[in-house]
């Protein structure tokens, strides 16, 4: 089955720029969504398919996804994003068409 | 507003069977797929179970197939996961969450009912 690749974890200082990467096998041929979760909350989408971002989530969120790497970009970092992130395929292709990445903490120096 | 609430967690022995319900409200339930989605303490998101819009297509993950069954009822806006053979693995916080394309984009989540495997 299809398996997503997140580093635990990230750290930056406010106001710097962070970046989450989610590796997968030609993921770049695929949507990823974006879920941030705050302790003790259930995840939020952020950033989906190509780089849509719902309502209410700032403009400082973006991704992108190319070849095996697909990236959540976090400009401007606040305390508020500390969160953990983790990236989400369909794969259609599959029985198992849900898969999630590990999961990225996001430490706010 | 998009409201969805889980119920039925709680403490079971191991062996033992659970019920979960979804409810959902402020949209029209039958027009999304919906799935489960858990989280053991302090790991990452594990997907459960997938249901589409009429119970036309379900699938499992490895780690509950033959163990849990999904249900859907339209009628009353709800989903439920039967949870058998329960073991200490299948410990976690139960997330039900709305897919908005059927392709996996979940823009609603429910708060979550916890489900503890203890003796």
């Known amino acids: 089955s299809y398996v997503l690749t997140q580093s635990p974890s990230v750290s930056v200082a406010p106001g710097q720029t962070a970046r989450m990467t989610c590796g997968g096998d030609n993921i770049g041929s695929k949507s990823v969504h974006w879920y941030q979760q705050r302790p003790g909350q259930a995840p939020v989408v952020v950033v989906s398919?190509?780089?849509d971002r719902p309502s209410g989530v700032p403009e400082r969120f973006s991704g992108s996804n190319s070849g095996n790497t697909a990236t959540l970009t976090v400009k401007r970092v606040e305390a508020g994003d500390e969160a953990d992130y983790f990236c989400q395929v369909w794969d259609g292709s599959s029985v198992h068409p849900v898969v999630f990445g590990g999961g990225t903490k996001l430490t706010v120096l | 507003q998009v409201h969805l609430v889980e119920s039925g967690g709680g403490l079971v022995k191991p062996g033992g069977s659970l019920r979960l319900s979804c409810a959902g409200s402020?949209?029209?339930?039958?027009?999304?797929?919906m799935s489960w989605i858990r989280q053991a303490p302090g790991k990452g998101l594990e997907w459960v179970s997938y249901v589409g819009r009429n119970v036309d297509t379900v699938y499992y993950a490895d780690s509950v197939k033959g163990r849990f069954t999904s249900a859907r009822d339209n009628a009353k806006n709800s989903i439920y996961l039967q949870m058998n053979s329960l073991s200490a693995g299948d410990t976690a916080v139960y997330y039900c969450?709305?897919?908005?394309?059927?392709?996996?984009?979940?823009?609603?989540w429910g708060q979550g009912t916890l489900v503890t495997v203890s003796s």
């Open positions: 402020g949209f029209i339930f039958g027009d999304y797929y």
């Open positions: 398919g190509d780089g």
């Open positions: 969450a709305r897919d908005t394309t059927g392709g996996g984009r979940f823009d609603s």
